[in-house]
């Protein structure tokens, strides 16, 4: 190679390398006044922030993790976000994350929990087992607690998310009867029931234990979707798809009869969208042997169901279990 | 490489490259679907990762329409456990597209994630596409008062739709968000770094952000605005209290809550030294309604009627008339008496909105002598419109002004009962048509109380009156047709004509009533006269005809007239009979006024009939009909029509032989009735040859009463016989040897003999639709002839236009006699061809023709052509 050449080559090299020493640089500056709009106030200027940080990767992550710390609130909510979103997994940003699940701030807990289910980070396990199980928290921090256990297929949440599920108001009397009603013009009207704020963390703690999938799960599952005792329609749904997800699962086979059963049950529950559940569920779910003519029976029996898309969904079921509509 | 080689493998790698793009739409379309299933029956874990990559592709929205429940509520679960920012906005984005029931859930679940979701919930709030907006609202207004930092940048946003969802959720949110407003509404000048333009966006933002709290937003305003220190600040709480409470808009505010804002607009309306503040403080009063009334709001209005700005005296009206009590009625009244500038349209709407309790107020301010109070009476009175308000408001159609007649003659239009028919018909004779015509319209709605009045109208010798009270019968038809019927017989010729008009007008309905008049011989004939006028005016041909074709051959004189007149008017061919059949009837005036019908009748077979009355009937019947078929010939066609297209007509039948010399025998018989002679002469004009020169030349001497009409058809006879010369070329030879016609020379020595002018004058016509048949006699008579008739000949020259250019430019050539000259110049102007300018343009000076005699020769022409023009019509 003769020298010009070489010198040439040396050139190229050197612009090169001066393109991109000035482009990292430029990235950096402008990563670091990402960083910096962490901390606005409005929410929507941050978001746009959060956006742009999250195309540049893993590598922020470690940037982030004095952010974790930080006094504001609102940098610290979201650079735990920010921390799922680009998947930084670097010891030290589990470890600020798993410290989170316990700040003062309700917003920062429960960025931190979702980030710790977003990352699957086993390390924050009895942390959020903790958060679950804590009735002191808010009912959303519960929630996003529990959605995370769910994420990391934890079985000793298990309990804590029975318990959780467990929590319930008391489901309210049926009004009576109108000639009752009529004969006693004087009596009181019935108290409101209380507020359901925890309605939400139950429908995650459903969603939770169809994810991990334990016979125990079925059992406490095959409860929530009785509607004399889970009031919240919601939840009773939450469960009954829950089922399906959990009887996929080997280790709840064995619990398929009573996970049936209560599917079976939920069939006949007032609201439709819990019917729709259950069909759908009976679709993914192959019953037992001694089963089968029940849930043939049930099935066509909601042929006719009031509810559009009940009917739709019995009839996926009746084609997916390959039941014929007459018997 | 061969190219046989290089071909194939191109082929081949073609064919691979397509098969690579079947596959991969093939797998796009299926794609969405695949994605659904997983979704619908995947396990948790797949059902997040498709989740997942749905939000990467921007495709969740996608995915969720028009997919069963179970589809959508997985996702929705997904969405909740992947938690990112951009899978919570795609979320938002699609809530419309998901179930009501789905949709609730996705709403939850944003709102659980509470200050997370902030920033795509905004970001959604400023999408471009309503449908993704939609999802935004709800979720922000359940997370709360943490999105009051985000929301308050966009108040000045560019878009409008971004405001107005900031201005949807802060209505919502309420009291946790209004002391930014409040901040906001106050100040009265943009900051430093603001634009004019952005700092009334924001306020109006903030302004529309308190409305939208209704009755949360009363306390704020009243707490911080409504006693600020800056009027337009105080000025705009009082606007805005009243348009929170307003109770006239569809969903107002409870009465208990609007009347918290009574007090404070009442103290601003008594007390505030600003009167654009009084001014709205009195506006927003006004939309109170109940509350308004009940809460001492009327009171404090009456009293500033009396305030010393008009807009605070106007905005004072205009609100008692909305909250409509009728005790301010007199108040407002008074005012317009006493105080009303500035405030009259106000007042008027405020008394036409309080009603009928109003009238007994108003009715005295109709006789005011001012006019501005008594058209604002009249007007406020018309729109009240109740029955109360005819009898004031028929006392106003005699005022002097006619507006003010205007506005209570409109208002009569649908008001008026039988009450003020005389003061209705009395306007008839208005002179104003706005008036009249409402009168008109207002009796016709009255209808049959009416026409006793209206009878008495087309007697009343004003035809205006009786032509409105005619068309007002006509509307009422059928109930005014006994009574029209009874007027046909009245004494009053004015009466019985336009009762026959409405009659006509009214049509079918009438027909029976006026035939039975007709054929009642009881009655006065000049009254079944009038019902055969009617009848014909009612163009009912199958009822009516018979009835008037016997009448017309039965009754009296007066009546056959009028029959035959109505069989005319109604245009039926079947009418031609009793038409031919009048020419014999037993009076000779019935006799005329057939004749003259028939002249301009063309229905039928008009022609078959009148041969056949040619050989029937006394000479008289037999002279008429011999003039009506002239009437009906070629010529007389062409004549009436113009000088055009006669070639056109030779085939045209000509009429039998005898009709010549019954009109000659007609013309020639002294004793033969004066009209029929005339007509006889027209007559001959039309069909006659020269046989009939002989008769009509003794008619053409002054004094004659004949002579106009000989002279006219000597022309006539002239221009037909030149005509046929020229088809048969005859007539060139005669030109050229300069020998004009014997009608030529006869209406010449007319027009050189006769001192009467209009005679000279028919001659000249005469002469001047011969065409160059007397052009040389007229010019060689330039040469005997004295100045006066000089004038004459070049005006005729003149009226004959082209054909008589070549002979003037050729005698101008040949004459010596320098006078002669200058007369044959003086023609060539008024002959105005080409060929005559032309020579004119090279002559010298003094050899141009005398503009005096040029001037006389014009006047003249012109009354030549003007005679022509109207013979012919």
Known sequence: MSRKTLVILLLVVLVLSAVWALTAYQRARKTQELLTALAERDDAAATEAMAQLRHRGPKVGLRLVGYLTSENERVRWRAAVLCAEVGAKQSEVVDGLVRLLVDPVPAVQRAAALACGALQLEEAEQPLIALVSNKEQTPSSRAFAAEALGSLRSEDAVEPLTTLLRERPPVPPKEPEAAVAEAKPTAPAAPPPPPDDLWQARWQAAMALGEIGTAKCVEVLAESVRADLEPRIDVRMAAAYALADALANPDARKALGTGVDALLQAMSDEAGDVRVAAAISLARTYPPKDKVPQVETTLREHLDDDHYWVREAVKLAMAQLKISRTG | ?873
Request: aromatic residues 2%; contains cysteine; proline residues 6%.
């Open chain 2, 1 to 873: 490489m061969q190219p046989e080689v290089r071909r194939q493998i191109v082929w081949i790698v073609m064919t691979a490259i397509i098969a690579s793009l079947v596959v991969f739409a093939s797998y796009r379309r299926h794609e969405m679907d695949q994605m659904r299933k997983i979704i619908a029956a995947g396990r948790p874990e797949e059902r997040i990762a498709t989740v997942r990559r749905l939000v990467a592709k921007e495709k969740l929205a996608e995915a969720l329409q028009d997919q069963p429940r179970w589809v959508q509520d997985h996702a929705v679960e997904a969405v909740a456990e992947i938690g990112s920012q951009e899978a919570l906005f795609q979320l938002t984005g699609a809530i419309y597209l998901l179930d009501d029931p789905v949709a609730a859930r996705a709403k939850a679940v944003l709102t659980r994630f509470d200050l997370m979701a902030i920033g795509p919930l905004v970001k959604a709030l400023k999408d471009k596409d309503a449908n993704v907006r939609a999802g935004a609202a709800d979720p922000l207004v359940s997370i709360g008062e943490s999105v009051i930092s985000s929301l308050l940048p966009l108040m000045d946003a560019w878009d409008q739709y971004v405001r107005d969802g900031v201005v949807a959720v802060f209505g919502r949110i309420g009291l946790p968000v209004a002391p930014d407003l409040i901040a906001q509404i106050s100040r009265t000048e943009p900051l430093a770094e603001e634009t004019p333009q952005r700092f009334l966006w924001k306020r109006d933002t903030a302004v529309r952000s308190i409305l939208a709290m209704k009755a949360v937003g009363i306390q704020p305003v009243i707490d911080n605005l409504i006693t600020h220190k800056e009027e337009d600040v105080r000025a705009l709480a009082c606007q805005m209290l009243g348009q929170i409470a307003d109770q006239t808009l569809d969903s107002p505010i409870p009465p208990e809550e609007a009347s918290r804002v009574l007090e404070p607009l009442l103290t601003r309306l008594n007390s505030d030294p600003a009167w654009t503040v009084r001014r709205k403080a009195a506006l927003a009063l006004g939309g109170l309604m109940d509350v308004g009334r009940l809460g001492g709001a009327v009171p404090a209005l009456i009293s500033h009627l009396k305030d010393p700005r008009p807009e605070v005296k106007a905005a004072s009206a205009e609100a008692l008339g909305r909250l409509g009590d009728p005790a301010a009625a007199g108040p407002l009244v008074n005012t317009l008496l006493t105080n009303r500038t500035g405030a009259v349209r106000e007042i008027v709407v405020a008394l036409e909105r309080i009603g009928r309790p109003a009238l007994p107020a108003l009715v005295p301010a109709l006789a005011t002598p001012e006019l501005e109070v008594r058209k604002a009476a009249t007007e406020a009175v018309a729109v009240i419109g109740t029955p109360d308000a005819v009898v004031p408001l028929a006392g106003m159609l005699k005022d002097s002004d006619v507006t003010v007649r205007r506005l209570a003659s409109d208002a009569l239009r649908s008001l008026a009962d039988a009450r003020v028919v005389p003061q209705l018909v009395a306007s008839l004779s208005d002179p104003d048509w706005h008036v009249y015509y409402a009168c008109r319209d207002a009796l016709a709605n009255v209808g049959p109380a009416a026409v006793p009045g209206l009878i008495q109208a087309l007697g009343s010798g004003n035809s205006r009156a009786a032509h409105m009270a005619e068309q007002a019968l006509a509307k009422i038809g059928g109930p005014a047709v006994n009574a029209l019927v009874a007027a046909l017989v009245s004494p009053n010729v004015a009466t019985r004509q336009w009762a026959a008009v409405a009659l006509g007008d009214i049509g079918e309905p009438a027909v029976e009533a006026t035939i039975a008049l007709l054929n009642d011989t009881t009655k006065p004939a000049y009254g079944r006269a009038a019902a055969a006028d009617a009848l014909g005016r009612t163009g009912v041909k199958k009822k009516v005809f018979e009835s008037l074709s016997r009448v017309s051959a039965t009754q009296e004189p007066e009546v056959r007239k009028a029959a035959l007149q109505a069989l005319v008017r109604l245009a039926d061919e079947r009418s031609t009979q009793p038409l031919v059949a009048a020419l014999e009837a037993p009076t000779q005036d019935v006799r005329s006024v057939a004749m003259h019908l028939l002249m301009n009748w063309r229905l039928g077979d008009l022609r078959k009939t009148l041969e056949a009355a040619l050989k029937r009937g006394d000479l008289n019947a037999r002279r008429r009909a011999a003039i009506v078929l002239a009437q009906q010939t070629i010529s007389a066609a062409t004549n009436i029509v113009g000088e055009s297209g006669l070639e056109m007509l030779e085939k045209a039948v000509k009429p039998p032989a005898e009709t010549e010399t019954l009109l000659a025998a007609a013309v020639a018989d002294p004793k033969e009735q004066a009209d029929v002679r005339k007509a006889a002469v027209q007559a001959l004009g039309y069909v006659g040859t020269e046989r009939a020169l002989e008769v009509l030349k003794p008619l053409l001497v002054p004094g004659n009463p004949l002579a106009t009409e000989a002279a006219r058809a000597v022309a006539h006879i002239g221009r037909r016989i030149t005509e046929e010369l020229y088809r048969s070329g005859e007539q060139k030879a005669l030109v050229r040897h300069r020998q004009a016609s014997e009608p030529a020379r006869m209406l010449l020595d007319l027009l050189k003999s006769t001192k009467d002018d209009a005679l000279r004058l028919s001659a000249a016509v005469g002469l001047s639709l011969m065409n160059d048949d007397p052009v040389w006699a007229l010019l060689d008579e330039l040469a005997k002839a004295d100045d006066e008739i000089r004038v004459w000949i070049v005006a005729i020259l003149g009226a004959i236009g082209k054909p008589a250019s070549d002979a003037s430019l050729d005698a101008r050539g040949t004459i010596k006699d320098p006078k002669v000259k200058e007369w044959v110049t003086v023609a060539l102007p008024l002959i105005g061809d080409a060929q005559a300018l032309d020579l004119l343009d090279h002559l010298g000076e003094d050899e141009q023709p005398n503009p005096a005699y040029v001037e006389a020769g014009a006047k003249i022409k012109e009354r030549i052509l003007a005679a022509r023009a109207g013979s012919a019509q």
